[in-house]
């Protein structure tokens, strides 16, 4: 489990109070719990997935990769 934050700029400003969705490309290997600037992504299986997070407009967006690693201590 990790926390993911993202800034929303405007102009190089940062945009007060952004409306920010947040969501994961394979639900089964990462889920998300995304509230405005932050998420939780939470590892769920073993494999890699998407992590997006884009304005309300789906014009603006960004992403990141997410490897869940296998656990030898679990």
Do not use: F, H, M, Y
């Amino acid at each position: 489990t990790c926390q993911v934050e993202a800034q929303a700029l405007s102009n190089g400003v940062p945009a007060s109070n952004p409306i920010l969705r947040w969501s994961s490309s394979n639900n089964t290997i990462a889920s998300v719990d995304g509230n405005g600037r932050s998420a939780l992504v939470r590892g769920l299986a073993v494999g890699s997935a998407r992590v997006t997070v884009s304005d309300t407009t789906e014009r603006v967006s960004d992403d990141i990769s997410v490897s869940v690693l296998p656990c030898s201590k679990c």
